[in-house]
């Protein structure tokens, strides 16, 4: 039987996961040389880009559970790194802000990875860059529509059975 060179979807998913795994980990990489973890890299990361934010504020940048986000910002606490601090807007509420030497570190690391997903990105032409970017963007928001109106979809058939 003759190969077909057509790229089917199940090929193409192969050929995204494996592209997928290699890079992560390349990137994990990146970000453990600093000698810290991903999600204490995220969080300042987070920091870093945004602002002084609240845990629920981190939690929607950096997707992990309510009880490891406060593990994460105890341990960047106990390092110096952030500071917890009353909101100028909510008494009842705490933002985590960098301190200087948390900035420090979060820019250095930052740039450094930058400078790495440059170096490993640089196999492709601006146009080819555009071209993923574009295309993975577009699958990507087809999924999650799909996967939104399943939700939606599952929702409403459970209203429906406990009313």
Known sequence: MKKS???TAPRLWIVISRSH???RLLAEQSITKAGLGLTDFAT???LLHKGPLTISEIQAKVP???GSMTAAVDRLEKLGLV???SSPHDRRARV???TAEGRRLAASCFEQHAKDLEALFSALSEKEKEQIYRS???LGLLAAEKLGAQETKFRSSKERTTK
Do not use: P, Q
Request: hydrophobic share 50%; glycine share 0%; charged share 35%.
């Open 83 to 85: 500071v917890r601090k």
């Open 136 to 138: 993975l963007k577009k």
């Open 96 to 98: 985590v802000e960098l």
């Open 21 to 23: 795994h290699a890079l």
């Open 5 to 7: 060179n057509r790229i």
């Open 44 to 46: 300042l990361e987070a």
């Open 64 to 66: 992990l559970a309510s």
